[in-house]
Structures are given as structure tokens and as C-alpha cells.
């Protein structure tokens, strides 16, 4: 999805970078929830559909 709009993205393994999973378990309520996705302006999807994703990246205003 990321790819197909032209998003640039770092996709980040939290397997392999224990501060990421210190952020995803701080965002996640203390659960490893993948994917969780954090926009540049602080906004974070968890796990979302295909269409919550397309929906954040279309219109800022949707995701919280």
C-alpha cells in the first residue's frame, strides 16, 4: 500500500532492534503489535485494514 501512493517508509524488524519494541510495546499498551504505523506527524495506526491505511493516507484527518 505504502509503495503503490509513493509513501517513502522505513520499515523497521523488532526483532532484530530492541528499541523498537521498547516503542511498539509503549504505543501498544504493552503488546507487540505489528504492523503499527507511525506517521511523521505523530499520528499511529495499529494493525489497521487496508482500507484504515489508504484511508490515513488520503485523508491526514481520519487516523488518530
Given at each position: 500500500m505504502l509503495d503503490r501512493h509513493g509513501i517513502n517508509y522505513r520499515w523497521?524488524?523488532?526483532d532484530s532492534e530492541p528499541d523498537a519494541v521498547e516503542a511498539?510495546?509503549?504505543?501498544?499498551?504493552g503488546y507487540r503489535t505489528v504492523p503499527t504505523i507511525v506517521f511523521p506527524d505523530g499520528r499511529v495506526l495499529i494493525e489497521p485494514s487496508l482500507r484504515e491505511l489508504e484511508r490515513a493516507l488520503t485523508d491526514p484527518a481520519s487516523a488518530a
Open positions: 523497521i524488524d523488532i511498539v510495546l509503549r504505543l501498544n499498551g
